[in-house]
């Protein structure tokens, strides 16, 4: 699980990133401002890297696809882009804990065949 969403935030760095520049463009917006809210949702996109196996790495995840989706107040294609990246957020932890189950039997499986072969 840990891969499949460590790829999914990096994805969302750079989709961030380039978010920030197109809401530079925003007459209206600060660009401090800007630079602020994309810089931390930014860190926040690779802190969670390395936080996915703690407690609460993943309801932060969550927190962040909204923050995502809600950008789109701010840069209407975020909608869209947020809406992606939740449903890639949500098919990288559904499929990344059928994977580690999947290799988790495995490792089982091999394992309980080693201790027969040496017997």
């Known amino acids: 699980m840990r891969t499949l969403c460590a790829s999914t935030l ?3 760095f750079f989709v961030i990133g380039f978010a ?10 600060a660009m401090g401002t800007v ?3 994309c810089g931390v949702l930014m860190a926040l996109s690779v802190l969670l890297c390395g936080m996915l196996t703690r407690p609460g790495g993943v ?3 969550w927190a962040l696809q909204v923050a ?3 950008s789109g107040f701010v840069v209407p294609l975020m909608f869209f882009l947020g809406a992606v990246f939740a449903g890639l957020w949500w ?8 994977i580690d189950e999947a290799k988790a039997r495995w490792a089982a499986q091999e394992a309980a065949g080693a201790g027969s072969a040496g017997a």
Do not use: C, N, Q, Y
């Open 10 to 12: 990096i994805g969302e």
């Open 20 to 29: 920030g520049l197109v809401a530079m463009k925003d007459d209206t917006l």
């Open 35 to 37: 630079w602020t809210v």
């Open 59 to 61: 309801p932060l995840g």
């Open 68 to 70: 995502l989706i809600a």
């Open 91 to 98: 098919a990288s932890i559904h499929f990344g804990r059928r």
